[in-house]
């Protein structure tokens, strides 16, 4: 780490922007709570190309299959290093810029009603690309189908026994340490309330996209559900129709972290990526163009 992501006010996981201007500086103190601060959006992104893309690789390559939502994690890990601002959070009233770049999702156990979920939360690295997403999150979700806890699911299961008054408590002191940043790693590695992207694959067990909350606690600012992918009529340049594979995606972002000029550019540069799915076979460590 840096001498400069050691300066005081900084967190372990990320650097305090100093120098912010005077409308994103009063922000935090007028919208202190981040469910003050939702936007919600209801995208369609075009991703004809991306499933061509899917059908003819797992047709060509051996190992895990690679499914469309490890294409939409690789494609948002993308986006997120293009446009890093979607890599700022707001807590204990200040904006931090996080050192690393995390995704996060449920995993259920089985499709059963009252089945167990867990928690997964992956940190991207330098040398991701489609196929390590593949493999690393097939992995995870097997851990997860096969074990009786996975990553904070101990912890978790230990408050549950704790009586209800002292359980107050102890969530009070934890707010507290929420606020100034000192949330023990015990309660932080593994929560996907920490994390730059929460995604729920919604389409996955055939539903729509649908708003989800932002949480005050932790650091979260992005949440993103991911509907089902349909048929759509569009209109091309030349005045003729065509039928495009799209699917709905519902985002729900902090608006504290950037403008709306910023939000509405990077969900353009998104569709930009998933209409180059070539990219994703790309590391994360070398640039592309779009």
Not at 68 to 81: E, K, N, S, Y
Not at 152 to 170: E, N, Q, S
């Amino acid at each position: 780490m840096d001498d400069d992501r050691r300066r005081w006010g900084d967190r372990r996981d990320a650097r305090w922007i100093r120098n912010v201007d005077g409308l994103h500086a009063i922000m935090p103190h007028l919208m202190n709570k981040r469910t003050d601060a939702e936007v919600y959006i209801n995208q369609e992104f075009d991703v004809t190309e991306l499933l061509a893309f899917l059908e003819e690789r797992n047709v060509s390559e051996t190992g895990e299959r690679t499914k469309f939502f490890h294409c939409i994690i690789m494609a948002v890990a993308r986006l997120v290093q293009l446009r890093p601002d979607l890599n700022i959070y707001i807590s204990g009233r200040r904006m931090y810029m996080r050192h690393r770049t995390s995704m996060a999702f449920v995993a259920r156990r089985d499709f059963q009603d009252g089945s167990r979920e867990s928690l997964i939360i992956t940190e991207v690295d330098d040398d991701w690309t489609l196929r390590k997403v593949t493999d690393d999150i097939t992995g995870s979700v097997k851990q997860v189908r096969e074990s009786d806890s996975y990553g904070v699911d101990k912890t978790l299961d230990t408050f549950a026994k704790v009586p209800r008054t002292i359980m107050m408590g102890i969530m009070g002191l934890v707010r507290i340490l929420d606020f100034y940043g000192k949330t023990p790693r015990s309660l932080t590695d593994g929560d996907p309330n920490f994390c730059t992207v929460l995604l729920s694959n919604l389409g996955s067990i055939g539903c729509p996209s649908v708003y989800h909350h932002l949480n005050n606690y932790g650091t979260n600012s992005i949440v993103a559900t991911i509907g089902t992918i349909h048929n759509k009529e569009v209109l091309k340049d030349d005045g003729t129709r065509e039928i495009r594979k799209m699917v709905d995606v519902g985002i729900t972002m902090d608006e504290r972290i950037a403008d709306g000029m910023y939000f509405a550019r990077s969900m353009k540069v998104l569709q930009q990526i998933l209409s180059k799915p070539e990219l994703l076979d790309i590391p994360m460590r070398d640039p592309i163009e779009l």
